[in-house]
């Protein structure tokens, strides 16, 4: 059983800055697709970003490109998620995924992920 653990959560203001860390064992992290999920109260979790092995990232939601950025470093067990300018209707709880994969799959849904975090709550505010 891979454990994650996110941190990093809180408020943010619409046109700040934040970062989101997942942390697991350094030593096994290598061996997993690591990807970022988002859930909002009353809709379906939604993929946001993946990071494969050797640290290519994949971004499923084209609203967000250049406004996010997902990266890991295996030697500390951490993947981030670097959130930039957010917006008001990006609060919500993300969660940090394993895949028992090296690959970030095709299409970035719920059941293409093995282990989960727990969630860190992010409200972008003003």
């Known amino acids: 059983q891979l454990q994650l653990v996110e941190s990093g959560g809180g408020l943010v203001q619409p046109g700040g800055s934040l970062r989101l860390s997942c942390a697991a064992p350094?030593?096994?992290?290598?061996?997993?697709?690591i990807g970022w999920f988002r859930q909002v109260p009353g809709k379906e979790r939604e993929g946001v970003a993946c990071t494969n092995d050797k640290n290519s990232p994949t971004y499923y939601l084209v609203s967000k490109e250049g406004r996010i950025n997902i990266s890991r470093d295996n030697a500390k067990g951490t993947v981030y998620l670097q959130m930039n300018t957010p917006k008001t209707e990006e609060t919500g709880i993300y969660y940090c995924?394993?895949?028992?994969?090296?690959?970030?799959?095709?299409?970035?849904?719920?059941?293409?992920?093995?282990?989960w975090g727990q969630g860190t709550q992010v409200n972008v505010s003003s």
């Open positions: 995924a394993a895949r028992s994969s090296k690959l970030c799959p095709a299409t970035m849904s719920f059941d293409r992920f093995d282990y």
């Open positions: 350094a030593f096994t992290l290598g061996l997993y697709a």
